[in-house]
């Protein structure tokens, strides 16, 4: 059994940052992809960044392209998600799921992963 903790959300305004951490326990593949995804009130939840737990690129959604960056500590067995110039529609419950990968990359859709953490709550004032 994989189990995820999220931390690191909050408020914060428009422009400003924030960095999220992803503990993850239970034993994972070297193929195996961590995300993150995330929710808004009414919406779908959408992916936003994924990294293999072996290495390899990185994946983004186009809507964070430049300004989240997906990291990983693997001693630590803790993914981080770095998020910076956040914008009033980047507010979402932000989630950190693990699931396969594909060819070598994350393909950020929520029906290929099989774990998920509880969420971590990020608000942006504007």
């Known amino acids: 059994q994989v189990q995820m903790v999220e931390s690191g959300g909050g408020s914060v305004q428009a422009g400003g940052s924030l960095r999220l951490s992803c503990a993850v326990s239970g034993y994972t593949y070297s193929r195996s992809c961590i995300g993150w995804f995330r929710q808004a009130p009414g919406k779908e939840r959408e992916g936003v960044a994924g990294v293999v737990a072996g290495g390899g690129s990185p994946s983004y959604a186009d809507s964070v392209k430049g300004r989240f960056t997906i990291s990983r500590d693997n001693a630590k067995n803790t993914v981080f998600l770095q998020m910076n110039s956040l914008k009033p529609e980047d507010a979402a419950m932000y989630y950190c799921?693990?699931?396969?990968?594909?060819?070598?990359?994350?393909?950020?859709?929520?029906?290929?992963?099989?774990?998920w953490g509880k969420g971590t709550l990020v608000t942006i004032s504007s």
């Open positions: 799921a693990v699931g396969d990968s594909y060819g070598g990359s994350c393909l950020l859709f929520a029906d290929n992963m099989d774990y």
